[in-house]
C-alpha cells in the first residue's frame, strides 16, 4: 500500500508517495490542496494508496532531504526511486538528470544527448517529472543559459531560479559526466545566473 504523506515546512508544503523503503513520487508547492493533487497526478495508474495523518520515519527522512535540496543544502543519490510505471525513454532521462551534481546545470541538449532524444522529448521528461527535487529537474535549462520552464510550466520559473540561486557554489569550469556509454556536459549555476542578472 502506497502511503502519502505531506508536511510544511517554513511555509513550503513537501509531499511524498511512498511504501516503507521506495518513492513512488514527490512533489513541493505553496498549498496543501495542491501538493496533494500533484502526489495523486504523479502516481502510476490503479495502485492502492491511503493519506497518511502521521508521518512514518522514511517519509521524515525524505521530506528533511527535499527541504535540503529546496534550500540548496543537499543531494539525493541514496533513495529508492519506483520507475517501473514510466517509459523507457522517460527512465533514461530520469537516470541522467539524477547525476547533475549541486551547483551545475545541464541543457535540455545535453541530456538529450547523454540519454537520447532530442530537447523537446526531454523536456517533456522534466515537464512530467515524478520525483522533483530528488530528480533534479530545476537543474535543466535551455541551451543559452536561460531558465525554461518549470513544473510543466513558467509561472514557477522564480522558484527554479530561487532554488539555483542557493545551489550556487562558485564553480568556474564546466565538466563531463559518464553516463552510460556517453558524456553528460555539465556548467556552472553561475552561468544561468548570469545570463539572467543575478549575479
Known amino acids: 500500500m502506497i502511503s ?4 510544511n515546512i517554513e511555509g513550503v508544503w513537501f509531499g511524498i508517495a511512498c511504501d516503507r523503503k521506495e518513492i513512488f513520487a514527490t512533489t513541493f508547492t505553496f498549498s496543501e490542496e495542491r501538493t496533494l493533487q500533484s502526489l495523486l497526478k504523479s502516481l502510476p495508474f490503479n495502485v492502492p494508496f491511503q493519506h497518511s495523518e502521521k508521518t512514518s520515519v522514511f517519509a521524515k527522512r525524505v521530506i528533511v532531504l527535499m527541504k535540503n535540496i529546496y534550500d540548496g543544502k543537499g543531494n539525493s543519490d541514496s533513495l529508492s ?3 517501473s510505471y514510466l517509459s523507457d525513454y522517460a527512465r533514461r ?19 538529450a544527448r547523454a540519454a537520447g532524444g532530442g530537447p523537446r522529448a526531454v523536456g517533456r521528461v522534466m515537464a512530467s517529472n515524478p520525483f522533483p527535487l530528488v530528480v533534479p529537474c530545476h537543474r535543466v535549462v535551455c541551451s543559452d543559459f536561460t531558465l525554461g520552464g518549470y513544473g510543466g510550466g513558467y509561472d514557477n520559473v522564480p522558484v527554479k531560479l530561487g532554488i539555483l540561486k542557493r545551489e550556487s ?3 568556474a569550469s564546466e565538466r563531463e559526466i559518464s553516463v552510460g556509454g556517453g558524456k553528460l556536459l555539465v556548467f556552472p549555476v553561475e552561468r544561468v545566473l548570469k545570463r539572467v542578472g543575478e549575479e
Do not use: D, M, Q
Request: glycine fraction near 10%; charged fraction near 15%; proline fraction near 3%.
Open 81 to 83: 526511486l519506483v520507475k
Open 93 to 111: 532521462v530520469i537516470e541522467t538528470v539524477s547525476l547533475i551534481p549541486v551547483g551545475y546545470v545541464a541543457s535540455y541538449g545535453s541530456v
Open 4 to 7: 502519502l504523506y505531506i508536511e
Open 169 to 171: 557554489r562558485g564553480y
